[in-house]
């Protein structure tokens, strides 16, 4: 090669320089310390990405500009305040619409995208567990477990689900008088038996990742003979809880097929209009194509 055609491969200035992204963040500290960690904050300046945090005491447009908008807020006020921004700006990615994410923070609406889903057999049904709302009247749940037909044990799930520590506490209910003590507003979800792992199928836009996690034990016959009552159960399938390296049942550890993952993932992400989010799979204990979906996350952590 002569020195010419050398120069001539030198990038040109306009080249060298990395486009600048800015993503405004509007996050809890909780949020902040556990997605902020330095390393991504690294990897993201080598990207020629940065993160620059809102300020809540001035209007949103005063500031910036941003790219991205990336977020994990509740409440009215902070919708309405990101619905004027889009309008304003319709260029800057807001992660993600607000509207869309409202359909997650209630228990019902967020499982209806699966529900409405008809994924061809060739790859395994995929459906939510039989569910039903109670709005109010707790004295009036065994009666309407009995008109449903829902068949015991029974998930007790609040049906707002906000992101407070009160919209994480569940129950398990073992007979359908004891419902009477639970507290409406709440979903009542059957119990399917999965040989306690799920599965957690984190998406960002097109990438997909899976992971296990521990969940509650299989219920059998002889349990819901022997049990009554309605139990408080903790967060079971947290990140401490990952069982990707434990000794399992290979036919309990074994991943759902990744084009079914994908396939659901890609439909999910069309109907809900999001790109962050999580869905946490089972597999019915005794078949390898059942599939439930049981809940869905907006932005979740690890
Ligand atoms: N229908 C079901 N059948 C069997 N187990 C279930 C069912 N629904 C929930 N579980 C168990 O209860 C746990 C918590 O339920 P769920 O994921 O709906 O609650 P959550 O508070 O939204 O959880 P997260 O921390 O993932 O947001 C699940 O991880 C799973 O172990
Ligand atoms: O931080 P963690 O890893 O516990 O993330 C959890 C996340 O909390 P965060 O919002 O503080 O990140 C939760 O959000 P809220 O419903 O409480 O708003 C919810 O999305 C869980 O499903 C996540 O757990 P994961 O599904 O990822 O296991
Ligand atoms: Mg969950
Ligand atoms: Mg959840």
Known sequence: MSPCSIQTLQPSP?????????????????????????????????????????????????????????????????????????????KVLVLDPPDAIKRLQNRQSMLQCVADLNLSEFCGKVGV?????????????????????????????????????????????YDRYSLQKLEPPLVLQEF?????????VFIVGEAIKVVRRFSLPNVTKRDLLSN???????????????ADDADLDPSVAELPPRHLLERLSKELRQRLGLQLFNLDIIREHG????????????????
């Not at 300046?45 to 940065?50: D, L």
């Not at 037909?149 to 906000?162: E, M, Q, S, T």
């Not at 399917?192 to 957690?200: A, I, R, S, Y």
Request: aromatic share 10%; hydrophobic share 35%.
């Open 14 to 90: 306009q080249h060298q320089q990395q486009r600048q992204y800015v993503v405004g963040y509007a996050l809890t500290s909780k949020k902040v310390k556990s997605f902020l960690q330095p390393k991504l904050e690294g990897l993201a300046r080598n990207n020629g990405i940065s993160f620059v945090p809102i300020d809540h005491n001035r209007p949103l447009s005063d500031q910036g500009p941003f790219d991205v908008v990336l977020h994990k807020l509740t409440g009215r006020e902070w919708r309405q305040i990101l619905e004027e921004y889009r309008q304003i700006h319709p």
């Open 129 to 173: 567990p039989r569910q039903l709302v109670i709005q109010r009247d707790a004295s009036s749940i065994p009666d309407f477990v009995a008109k449903a037909g829902l068949r015991l044990p029974l998930v007790a799930k609040p049906l707002v689900n906000d992101g407070s520590a009160k919209s994480h506490e569940l129950s398990l209910a």
């Open 192 to 200: 399917v038996n999965h040989g306690g792992v799920l599965f957690k």
């Open 287 to 302: 078949t390898m194509d059942r599939y439930y979906v049981i809940d869905i996350n907006y932005f979740p952590g690890k």
């Open 228 to 242: 009554a009552g309605v139990y408080r159960f903790p967060r079971v399938s947290c990140a401490a809880a990952s």
